[in-house]
């Protein structure tokens, strides 16, 4: 479409605003948001702040010279936003691979909790959109008494003829049983960004 390789980074206003960027001489699109950029670190961590293996998922966190002190007058918010040793949660979950290379899977607060497993919704949406008759999915989690949270998908039809029956057949077929939508609601659109991004806390 561009007629030249993309290369990712990733940023946020905390980091101003780049914390990570992919190699300007990659010959391949690599599907991840790159490298810590020179002065700067990222680890990957659990909610007590401890790091995860290499290749599990965890809380993206950065530090650098770059990375805010703290937000204004909100002590309280700054100690839950930084860590003691000075690295940034950034509220994005991800894991690093063997390469040094970290891979965004979802948004922490977007996370679905199922009997106690993590479900991430890009996941669900990405299988969801795989089927010939869908145009784009979101999906959230929604309360349950008996697992916690179940998926349920919002739906925006290719196929008008398309049923909730048959998609949840083909999820089925790709997702392990927790991961598969309960529920699915079709609509004409869903609720976005000015910049195109689903608004998942609209649907929720």
């Not at 995860?52 to 100690?79: F, H």
């Not at 049923?163 to 699915?184: V, W």
């Amino acid at each position: 479409m561009t007629g030249c390789l993309i290369t990712e980074g990733n940023g946020l206003s905390e980091t101003s605003p780049v914390a990570t960027a992919n190699v300007l001489n990659a010959t391949e699109f690599s599907g991840t948001i790159g490298l810590p950029v020179p002065g700067s670190d990222v680890a990957i961590r659990d909610d007590d702040g401890q790091n995860v293996a290499l290749g599990e998922v965890g809380e993206i966190c950065v530090r650098g010279p770059q990375v805010m002190k703290g937000y204004w007058n909100r002590p309280d918010e700054t100690s839950k936003a930084i860590f003691a040793d000075g690295f940034f949660r950034t509220g994005d979950m991800g894991f690093m691979n063997e390469r040094g290379f970290t891979k965004i899977v979802d948004r922490k607060k977007d996370m679905i909790l199922v009997s106690g497993f993590n479900v991430y919704p890009n996941e669900i949406e990405e299988v969801a959109a795989e089927h010939p008759g869908v145009v784009e999915a979101a999906a959230i989690g929604i309360a349950n008494e008996h697992s916690g949270e179940v998926v349920k998908l919002y739906v925006v039809r290719r196929d008008p003829e398309l049923t909730e029956d048959a998609l949840k057949a083909f999820c089925a077929e790709r997702l392990t049983n927790y991961k598969r939508p309960r529920m699915i609601e079709f609509r004409d659109s869903l609720p976005k960004s000015n910049v195109g991004k689903i608004l998942r806390r609209e649907l929720r």
